[in-house]
C-alpha cells in the first residue's frame, strides 16, 4: 500500500505554505522527546499532510512518528502522524505525513479546513 498517494474528496492546498511545527515522539519504536522543528504545511487532508523542513530525517531508512502543531480557522491542532516519504529540495527537504487520527479529530479537522476555505474565499483579493 502506498500512502504518498492520498485520493481523497477534500484536500486543500496553501496557496501560501501554513507555519507550523513538530516534534518526534517516536523512532523505530522507540519513544524519544525531540525539539520542536519548524515546517511549512503545503497541503492538508484528514488523512494527510505534505509539508517542508530544513532537517533532513531518515524517513526511508527508519519509522519516524511526530506531533504536528498548525493553527488555521481559530483553531490550533495538535496531531499525530507518521513520515511516510521524502523528497530533496533545494535547500529544504519535503514530507509527505499520514495521520494517525481517530474518527472524532478526522471530523474536526475536516470542520477547520472547510472553515478555513471559506475564511480564504470571503477575503477580498489583493490587486
Known sequence: ???SRRNEAFRYEF???LAGKFRLIEVD???IESRMGEMEVRDISPRGLKITTSLDLPVAEKKINGL???NFAAAEYA???RFVW???RV???QYGIYLQCDDAMKKTLLSGLKAYVKSQQEKPSES
Open 15 to 17: 496557496e501560501e505554505p
Open 79 to 81: 496531531i499525530p502522524g
Open 86 to 88: 521524502r523528497k530533496p
Open 91 to 93: 535547500s529544504q527537504y
Open 29 to 31: 519504536g522507540k519513544k
Open 1 to 3: 500500500m502506498n500512502l
Open 68 to 70: 504536528f502543531y498548525i
